[in-house]
């Protein structure tokens, strides 16, 4: 999975420009949401043979790092 300018997906942004190339703009205000139906859209992108297994991997990888980061955050601040 590439960014535009042809480099590694390597942030949760870049996951979000990947997805807006297939008309997907993810946005409903609360960040683990977010987060959760991007990875629900990178795994219909993968089932639908439009990426492949290593993007697919590292993609899922950023989102789920990034759900327990904020899982924490959201633990610690309560």
Not at 18 to 43: C, H, P, S
Request: hydrophobic share 35%; aromatic share 10%; proline share 0%.
């Amino acid at each position: 999975m590439w960014n535009a300018e042809g480099e590694k997906v390597k942030t949760i942004y870049d996951i979000q420009q990947f997805l807006k190339k297939f008309g997907t703009i993810i946005y409903v205000g609360d960040r683990v949401a977010d987060l959760e139906l991007m990875e629900t859209e990178i795994q219909e992108l993968y089932n639908s043979q439009l990426i492949e297994t290593k993007d697919y991997q590292s993609a899922i990888f950023l989102l789920r790092q990034e759900i327990v980061r904020e899982t924490e955050k959201r633990a610690k601040n309560k």
